[in-house]
């Protein structure tokens, strides 16, 4: 094999959506067939599908994941100024959708094992200025919900949750989106449930949020040149809610077939490297397997090699951007390390496990010298 000959990608778009080729044809005809392209049956439908897969009362389909975070903090009227506790190594669009809502970010350190956002770390960073709890289900996996939740009621706060990367994602056997006031989903391409394009949605089983976050995402208007609401323009389009229909129904088979992958990961690697952690009250979807390990870029460098692919989510974490610096005067040690040692590895739905084998086997030759 040849240096630098890419034998396994890590992600590869047009391979994961090959086996829903046919029905995005008939689908995107469909569409182009009726003539309506924005807030049309198509998006009713997905939204109607996707609140049901989820187990909550509504569905709001929104231009992306970040507006849909932004969305959900605009719709609740929490005063400008106020303090947003988010997890200091969440991805930066969580940061830049508080910022954006004129909110203010309290950065809290993760759990070492979960790389989710510590509960135990919370209660430290609540002021009188705190207003909401925004928990982020990373790489595919829940937060530790029922402690976030008894402080929330503890302390009077909303729970927004980013579940960008946790479509079907499980906690105690709740999905995730639906344990706060507001669950924001992202649907980029790369994600269990990706569209062909930026796409997002926000549930909720609030019905005074659902009917004010339909005029949000509509200028602030539900009727044509009525404005009660100074709103955006973020409206999930037509075929992307037609693909996305399409893929909702497969999405358990793709979260099954991700699983299946990572056990070959847990099989092979355990002892190695630092591996997600598993318990049986969470149901992980591995939007994302990363591996930590402080030989990572000597590693990643060794699998590419061998045209094995891996990325780094993420390499620099927010504290640390460029553009956020001014924010935090703190260190976030177990942040910082994450960052310097994840890596991720193949697994996408068109992966096989015989290609996992091989990446393992990689990993081990070079991890056991």
């Known amino acids: 094999m040849g240096r630098n000959q890419i034998s396994i990608p890590y992600e590869n778009l047009k391979l994961l959506n090959a086996p829903f080729r046919k029905e995005f044809n008939e689908a995107f005809q469909a569409v182009l067939d009726s003539g309506w392209f924005v807030l049309g049956n198509h998006v009713e439908s997905f939204e109607r599908e996707f609140a049901e897969y989820n187990g909550s009362y509504y569905c709001v389909g929104v231009a992306s994941g970040l507006d849909a975070l932004i ?5 609740l009227d929490i005063p400008k100024g106020s303090e ?6 969440t991805y930066i669009a969580t940061i830049l959708a508080i910022l954006r809502a004129d909110l203010t970010p309290i950065l809290v350190e993760p759990d070492e094992f979960t790389y989710n956002l510590d509960p135990k770390k919370i209660v430290e960073k609540i002021t009188n200025k705190t207003k909401a709890i925004l928990p982020v289900h990373l790489y595919g996996k829940c937060c530790q919900m029922d402690k976030i939740l008894a402080i929330a009621d503890e302390y009077g706060l909303y729970i927004i949750e980013d579940s960008a990367q946790a479509h079907g994602s499980m906690f105690t056997n709740t999905k995730a989106g639906n344990f706060g006031t507001l669950g924001a989903f992202s649907f980029y391409p790369t ?3 990706g569209g062909l394009g930026d796409g997002g949605a926000i549930i909720t089983s609030d019905s005074t949020l659902y009917d004010k976050l339909l005029y949000f995402r509509n200028y602030g208007s539900k009727q044509k040149y009525k404005n009660d609401y100074i709103g955006y323009n973020s409206r999930l389009d037509e075929i992307q809610a037609a693909f996305l229909s399409i893929k909702l129904k497969y999405l358990d088979k793709i979260n099954s077939h991700k699983r299946e992958l990572a056990k070959v990961y847990y099989q092979n690697l355990t002892g190695l490297a630092k591996l997600p952690h598993i318990d049986e009250k969470f149901y992980d979807t591995y939007h994302i397997f990363n591996i930590c390990t402080d030989r990572r870029d000597s590693l990643r460098a060794y699998l590419m090699e061998y045209g094995i692919m891996t990325e780094v ?6 504290h640390q951007q460029k553009a956020y610096q001014h924010l935090w005067n703190s260190n976030f040690p177990i942040s910082t390390k994450i960052h310097e040692t994840t890596l991720s590895l193949p697994i996408s739905f068109f992966h096989t496990t015989e290609q996992i084998h091989e990446v393992s086997d990689k990993i081990c030759d070079f991890l056991r010298k």
């Not at 969305?71 to 719709?75: I, M």
């Open 84 to 89: 947003i506790i988010v997890p200091s190594n």
């Open 71 to 75: 969305l959900s903090l605009e719709v």
């Open 191 to 193: 994600k269990n449930l």
């Open 313 to 318: 989510h993420y390499p620099i974490p927010p």
